[in-house]
């Protein structure tokens, strides 16, 4: 009796070290495997934010030492629209995500609106002066309320331009009777209107169509776009009149910063810093290249050197975004834009 008592304790002693063993070998593997993050973008692979969203990836693989892992999904494979991308990363979802001012400013922080307000831009220097300073700190720190953490600004889609069948653009007259087909928002429509020009406002996929039936004259957009939808077939004078430089914000969900360790913390800061670096940098080499295909097709470019001409008239636009956000603030975001000029 004694020794099958002692063969019986045995066996439970040779199962219990075997389970322990896997367990901790299961506990180690578990420290092992890496936190996943998703990176959701609204643009086609060439545009220059996925460009950023890869640097974004690879730099926090290195930085956290494998611990944190990005996978980066272009394209609208998250969600439709940057809206929806946006909502995305408020309720967790998505991750990561690079978020435009316009659907930020129509659709959930106002104070972005003024962002959009055409020909207050004069030089990219410019906007990052501003954006980098206390207006643009103030911005993303007002996100937090919303559940997203801000970390900076890119360049996005770069400076917009008009493009136009019936003639280049070079003073403010130049754009009297044009019809121009633009997105569907009060400061385009109020910039179109205090030009002299007919705003159409109609959806993306109907334009090209437009353009060439002769629906509408022109349009506005950033070389990008002019290169991407195949524009430059349908287009005979794109004009750049550099009207407006919407920054994008590069953003990430708070409890999921919140939740990591403060060194992958520090971490994800070195990233994002890298990644809106990247974002500046390749915007302005997307244009450089976008430009150069424009003009290879055909299309005639010119430069619009008088840009104070056409801010002067936008006075009834800056003020249809003060009555969103309150006279006091847009003074002092216009003061430091012309601190920075």
Not at 9 to 35: D, N, T, Y
Not at 64 to 88: C, P
Not at 208 to 217: I, N, P, R
């Amino acid at each position: 009796m004694h020794s099958i008592l002692w063969g019986f304790f045995r066996r439970s002693i040779v199962v219990f070290c075997v389970m322990a063993v896997a367990c901790l070998f299961g506990i180690e593997a578990a420290a092992q495997s890496p936190i996943v993050m998703k990176l959701g973008t609204v643009n086609p692979s060439d545009c220059p934010r996925n460009t950023a969203a890869y640097e974004f990836s690879k730099v926090l693989g290195e930085k956290s030492k494998g611990q944190i892992k990005v996978e980066v999904y272009t394209n609208n494979q998250l969600a439709r629209g940057e809206g929806a991308i946006f909502e995305g990363v408020q309720m967790g979802t998505i991750d990561v995500a690079p978020v435009g001012s316009a659907p930020l400013g129509g659709m959930f922080e106002p104070y972005y609106l003024p962002l959009d307000l055409p020909f207050i831009w004069f030089s990219r220097e410019q906007v990052w002066k501003v954006m980098d300073g206390p207006i643009g700190q103030e911005l993303l720190k007002k996100m937090e309320a919303r559940g997203v953490k801000g970390f900076g600004f890119g360049g996005g889609w770069g400076f917009r331009h008009m493009q136009s069948n019936r003639r280049a653009i070079y003073t403010p007259e130049d754009m009297k009777g044009q019809t121009i087909r633009v997105q569907e928002s009060p400061i385009y429509i109020g910039m179109m209107k205090q030009l002299g020009a007919n705003p159409v406002p109609m959806p993306w996929g109907e334009v090209y169509l437009a353009m060439k039936q002769g629906t509408v004259d022109g349009m506005e957009s950033p070389t990008f776009s002019i290169v991407s939808g195949k524009y430059t077939e349908v287009t005979k004078y794109v004009s750049l009149t550099r009207h407006t430089y919407p920054p994008i914000s590069w953003f990430m969900n708070l409890k999921k910063y919140q939740g990591l360790s403060p060194e992958l913390r520090q971490a994800v800061d070195e990233s994002f810093r890298a990644a809106c670096a990247r974002d500046r940098t390749a915007e302005v080499e997307k244009e450089e290249s976008d430009l150069q295909v424009i003009k290879k097709a055909g299309v005639q470019v010119n430069e619009v050197k008088d840009l104070q001409a056409f801010q002067d008239r936008m006075g009834p636009v800056y003020d249809l975004v003060a009555a969103k956000v309150g006279k006091d603030y847009l003074d002092r975001f216009m003061s430091a834009v012309k601190a920075a000029k």
